[in-house]
């Protein structure tokens, strides 16, 4: 992802001398316990204060880096800022294989980042252009796609760089702005960098195009051109990619993508659908309170598909505003969490209180749709104590919108 201004470059010019880069490589994993020591004996060895501080800040990234990177992270540069906006290398392996099935050589990547979309892109044989405006990400991307002969990282604005020479383009538009550490999130897409028009307009001149957005996106907002995917990982939304040209498939307006398991391979299920989705409207069912309550995952909610996974699990929807399904049977799918109901009780504080003091409840988790009152603000009125554990879902049912509260197990994976 394209980064706001992620620091001057002397944040990790230090490493970028034989020496500094020795030294990062000598030094052994992020150990918390021992940073303090670490930190002293390397000082007592002559190295310069602002290197030290320079290795142990990377060394300390690179184990947070682990997550999205794999063992890859161990050998790679990071910036605060550009490891918590970068994509996770299996969701950028992904968004590669579209340029490889479309047979898409030459790719440009827009708002490079730190290079997490440029190296799955490589990795797969793409010739690409890494672009990236602010000039220490840059710097570290270039260090990142090292390994791979067939990248090139150009120091620009996306806006203005020569696309002539290209197949297609990746976006990563930057949605934050501000300097590193106080960056301000962007929910205006004109206010991207690069801005959304830029990217339709690339659209509209016929250079397929992706390009990844917040999971937030209005579906108002998605071109009539577009495919719209959603993706989850470990059960956080993480985005929404939209496809134009020969990277969109035929027949998938939208989709939702759920990932699981992390790692270098990890598992995946799609559920898609050919049509937009509109906002208010309903073709669904609902109906009451069953054995089961099954809680979508995000993806699926933010696509808009969450009565095509109703009708995919022979389940119904307790009130047709508000995503939680229910179903007499457990039918086991990737696109949900499914809990046993124990009881279902009035929205009623007073009761509420009194059942928990009953059950003995000290680890009260809570989870709600539907209802104003906040999981925290009910439960400093419930105040749980005791060595009892339970889940409250707090909604409201049907056409009268009686709202209640539904004591629920969750069932094994």
């Given at each position: 992802?394209?980064t706001?201004?992620?620091?001057?470059p002397s944040?990790?010019?230090?490493?970028?001398?034989?020496a500094g880069?020795?030294?990062?490589?000598r030094?052994?994993p992020?150990?918390?316990?021992?940073?303090l020591?670490?930190?002293?004996?390397?000082?007592?060895?002559g190295h310069?204060?602002?290197?030290?501080?320079?290795?142990?800040?990377?060394?300390?990234l690179r184990?947070?880096?682990?997550g999205?990177?794999g063992?890859f992270?161990?050998t790679?540069?990071?910036?605060?800022d550009?490891?918590?906006?970068a994509?996770?290398?299996?969701?950028a392996?992904?968004?590669?294989?579209?340029?490889v099935?479309?047979?898409l050589r030459?790719?440009?990547?827009?708002?490079?980042?730190?290079?997490?979309?440029?190296?799955?892109?490589?990795?797969?044989?793409?010739?690409?252009?890494?672009?990236?405006?602010?000039?220490?990400?840059?710097a570290v991307?270039?260090?990142?796609?090292?390994?791979w002969?067939?990248?090139r990282?150009?120091?620009?604005?996306?806006?203005a760089?020569d696309?002539?020479a290209?197949?297609?383009?990746?976006?990563?538009?930057?949605r934050?702005?501000?300097?590193?550490?106080?960056?301000?999130?962007?929910?205006?897409p004109?206010s991207?960098s690069p801005?959304?028009?830029?990217?339709?307009s690339?659209?509209?001149?016929?250079l397929?195009v992706g390009?990844?957005?917040?999971?937030?996106?209005?579906?108002?907002?998605?071109p009539?051109?577009?495919?719209?995917?959603?993706?989850s990982?470990?059960g956080?939304?993480?985005?929404?990619?939209?496809?134009f040209e020969v990277?969109r498939?035929?027949?998938?307006?939208?989709?939702?993508?759920?990932?699981?398991?992390?790692?270098?391979h990890p598992?995946?299920?799609?559920l898609?659908?050919?049509?937009?989705?509109?906002?208010?409207?309903f073709?669904?069912?609902?109906?009451?309170?069953?054995?089961?309550?099954?809680?979508p995952?995000g993806?699926?909610i933010?696509?808009?598909l969450?009565?095509?996974?109703a009708?995919?699990i022979?389940?119904h929807?307790?009130n047709?505003?508000?995503?939680?399904?229910?179903?007499?049977?457990?039918?086991?799918?990737?696109?949900?969490?499914?809990?046993?109901?124990?009881?279902?009780?009035?929205?009623?504080?007073?009761?509420?209180?009194?059942?928990?003091?009953?059950?003995?409840?000290?680890t009260?988790?809570?989870?709600?749709?539907?209802i104003?009152q906040?999981p925290?603000?009910?439960?400093?009125?419930?105040?749980?104590k005791g060595?009892g554990?339970?889940?409250l879902?707090?909604t409201?049912?049907?056409a009268t919108?009686k709202?209640?509260a539904?004591?629920?197990?969750?069932?094994?994976?």
């Amino acid at each position: 992802m394209a980064t706001p201004d992620a620091g001057p470059p002397s944040a990790i010019a230090p490493l970028l001398t034989p020496a500094g880069w020795d030294l990062l490589h000598r030094v052994g994993p992020w150990d918390e316990n021992q940073v303090l020591t670490l930190s002293e004996s390397l000082r007592r060895e002559g190295h310069p204060p602002e290197l030290v501080a320079a290795v142990l800040s990377q060394t300390r990234l690179r184990a947070r880096a682990v997550g999205k990177f794999g063992e890859f992270a161990r050998t790679m540069l990071f910036t605060p800022d550009g490891l918590e906006q970068a994509t996770r290398l299996s969701v950028a392996a992904r968004h590669a294989q579209r340029f490889v099935t479309a047979d898409l050589r030459r790719v440009a990547d827009l708002g490079c980042g730190i290079g997490a979309d440029a190296m799955a892109l490589a990795a797969l044989d793409r010739e690409v252009t890494a672009v990236e405006r602010d000039e220490t990400t840059a710097a570290v991307a270039t260090v990142n796609l090292m390994p791979w002969p067939n990248v090139r990282v150009v120091q620009a604005d996306a806006t203005a760089v020569d696309l002539s020479a290209v197949d297609g383009v990746w976006l990563d538009p930057a949605r934050r702005t501000g300097a590193a550490g106080g960056a301000r999130r962007l929910f205006d897409p004109e206010s991207f960098s690069p801005p959304f028009s830029f990217v339709t307009s690339l659209a509209a001149s016929g250079l397929p195009v992706g390009v990844k957005l917040g999971p937030g996106l209005a579906h108002e907002a998605i071109p009539e051109d577009a495919e719209a995917q959603w993706i989850s990982v470990d059960g956080g939304v993480a985005e929404v990619a939209l496809w134009f040209e020969v990277l969109r498939r035929p027949g998938v307006r939208r989709s939702a993508v759920v990932v699981s398991g992390g790692g270098a391979h990890p598992g995946s299920a799609e559920l898609t659908s050919p049509d937009p989705y509109r906002p208010g409207s309903f073709d669904g069912e609902t109906g009451p309170v069953s054995r089961y309550l099954i809680e979508p995952d995000g993806a699926v909610i933010r696509a808009g598909l969450v009565t095509d996974l109703a009708r995919l699990i022979g389940a119904h929807q307790v009130n047709e505003q508000i995503a939680y399904l229910s179903a007499d049977t457990h039918e086991p799918t990737p696109f949900a969490r499914a809990w046993t109901v124990r009881e279902v009780l009035p929205f009623h504080l007073k009761t509420l209180r009194a059942w928990v003091r009953e059950h003995q409840v000290g680890t009260l988790e809570i989870k709600k749709r539907g209802i104003a009152q906040t999981p925290e603000q009910v439960r400093r009125e419930l105040a749980p104590k005791g060595p009892g554990r339970a889940t409250l879902f707090l909604t409201r049912l049907g056409a009268t919108e009686k709202r209640v509260a539904i004591v629920a197990d969750p069932v094994p994976h």
